[in-house]
Nanobody, 112 residues
Framework: QVQLVESGGGLVQAGGSLKLSCVAS????????MAWYRQTPGKRREMIAG??AVANSVRGRFTFSKDNTKNTIYLQMNNLTPEDTGIYYC???????????WGQGTQVTVSS
């Protein structure tokens, strides 16, 4: 059963923008803290943005938001650079148990 579905990735030129979306099942959305992670080639998956924190590498350029009526979180990405290229994942961590759910990931490619 697919519970997290990301969309919005693609190919963009440096300086451009993309907006990622992640739709969660109602159960997951209502019981979890959600965040965006990124995995770039040769690096560990890192947290990019959540409700309370934004990584230093993207602060001022990326914005996390959520729409409770749509069970959806978003990641608005502006002023993209080639270093932002990677697979972006939606993560939901169940409050209390800490159980994690991951989306399938969406590829973001930024050309120079």
């Amino acid at each position: 059963q697919v519970q997290l579905v990301e969309s919005g990735g693609g190919l963009v030129q440096a300086g451009g923008s993309l907006k990622l979306s992640c739709v969660a099942s109602a159960t997951i959305f209502s019981t979890s803290a959600m965040a965006w992670y990124r995995q770039t080639p040769g690096k560990r998956r890192e947290m990019i943005a959540g409700n309370l924190a934004v990584a230093n590498s993207v602060r001022g350029r990326f914005t996390f938001s959520k729409d409770n009526t749509k069970n959806t979180i978003y990641l608005q990405m502006n002023n993209l650079t080639p270093e932002d290229t990677g697979i972006y994942y939606c993560d939901a961590r169940t409050v209390g148990s800490g159980r994690e759910h991951w989306g399938q990931g969406t590829q973001v490619t930024v050309s120079s």
